[in-house]
């Protein structure tokens, strides 16, 4: 089937030493493997840019949290101003419900212990999501270079049958054989140097992402385990926007200062 796809797509009259062609002399064997790299190279291309989506979705959501969530008066407000299905979203819906929860246990467990393994787990949930896809990624890497050798090996063992049968080394002989090799290892580096970049940049990306989820989470449990009397200061630029009224003779104590107040 795909031999005569190949066929029908070849000019007549081209380059007889050009892509199709050698594709076609390659037979099943180079053709298989033609196809295998690019399909792994179409799908590392869509890792890659779902990926990313999915982080800069993530990375606006944390503006939107450092500029209204704590300025709210209780958790459930604040999760009402984030997005529905938001993963700062879902780490504040478990922890309400693991706080509510731990009123149903009746086996003593520490209120901290509970509140921190169910974030935990909420972030751990949230960071497998963006980690998925990145495995392939790193496989693709790590064995598109020896792929588009086993293509290599084939053109090669090809070219030296064709010698043998000829009887001499020219060049109209291996010429097509040795092209064909050259290709496939050209076509193994061209899928594995973007997927291994891909991965790269990815994990770094994923690697701040998590670190602003902990950040966020370690904030929450603050939040729970003080019955709110804990929190991080609402972001600057919020503040300015709306200024909350002092009473007289009250001053800012050196905590909210530092960016954590607590009530009494």
Do not use: C
């Amino acid at each position: 089937m795909f031999t005569t796809i190949l066929a029908a797509a070849a000019p007549k009259g081209g380059n007889p030493y050009g892509l199709l062609p050698a594709l076609r002399e390659g037979g099943l064997i180079s053709q298989t493997v033609f196809g295998i790299l690019v399909l792994m190279l179409f799908v590392s291309l869509y890792i890659l840019f779902t990926k990313l989506f999915e982080q800069q979705k993530i990375i606006n959501q944390a503006k939107r949290v450092r500029a209204s969530f704590w300025s709210s008066t209780s958790l459930r407000e604040g999760a009402a101003k984030l997005e529905k299905n938001s993963a700062y979203r879902q780490i504040v819906d478990d922890g309400i419900e693991a706080q509510e929860q731990y009123k149903l246990l009746t086996d003593p467990v520490e209120a901290h212990d509970w509140l921190h393994g169910s974030l935990k787990r909420s972030e751990d949930a949230i960071n497998s999501s963006l980690n998925g896809g990145l495995a392939f990624l790193a496989t693709t890497g790590a064995t598109a270079p020896f792929i588009g050798l086993f293509g290599t090996v084939i053109g090669i063992y090809r070219a030296l049958i064709k010698i043998g049968a000829a009887g001499q080394a020219s060049i109209d002989a291996v010429a097509g054989p040795v092209g064909e090799a050259l290709i496939m290892t050209a076509l193994g580096l061209v899928v594995a140097v973007p997927a291994v970049l891909a991965y790269n940049f990815l994990q770094r990306r994923n690697k701040a992402i998590a670190e602003n989820l902990n950040a966020f989470s370690n904030d929450v449990l603050g939040y729970l385990a003080s019955d709110g009397k804990v929190r991080p200061a609402a972001n600057a630029a919020a503040k300015k926007a709306a200024p909350v009224a002092k009473p007289a003779g009250t001053t800012t104590t050196a905590g909210q200062a530092g960016g954590v107040q607590t009530r009494a």
